[in-house]
């Protein structure tokens, strides 16, 4: 962040905030877009932007419940290599965010 001239990214505090509202924003588009993916293939009935947010935070976070999924039945071949995508950008910013969070509090103890 130095080369960019972004050093307040360097400490602690500020790289918390930072990251937290970098996935915040990440799982929102990953809601919407999931919210749209579901429309546009005619699955989505009954599904609301609540539910596309909690599969965007399960999916990303790995946990993977199970009670929304995409539906392989009405997947393309680019579905895939774009989901995918965009489950790993959620899981490297939220992994940063943890990361930030750790060295807070390794730093206090």
Request: proline letters at 1%; charged letters at 15%; zero cysteines.
């Amino acid at each position: 962040f130095r080369k960019l001239r972004l050093k307040f990214l360097a400490k602690h505090g500020a790289g918390v905030v930072f990251w937290a509202i970098v996935a915040t924003v990440w799982l929102l588009f990953q809601g919407q877009l999931a919210y749209s993916w579901w429309d546009s293939r005619g699955q989505g009935e009954g599904i609301s932007k609540r539910d596309s947010l909690w599969f965007a935070y399960i999916s990303t976070t790995t946990v993977g419940l199970g009670d929304y999924y995409l539906q392989p039945e009405g997947m393309f071949i680019s579905d895939v290599f774009s989901w995918s995508l965009v489950f790993l950008a959620g899981f490297v910013f939220i992994t940063t965010l943890l990361n930030k969070v750790t060295e807070i509090v390794n730093a206090h103890f």
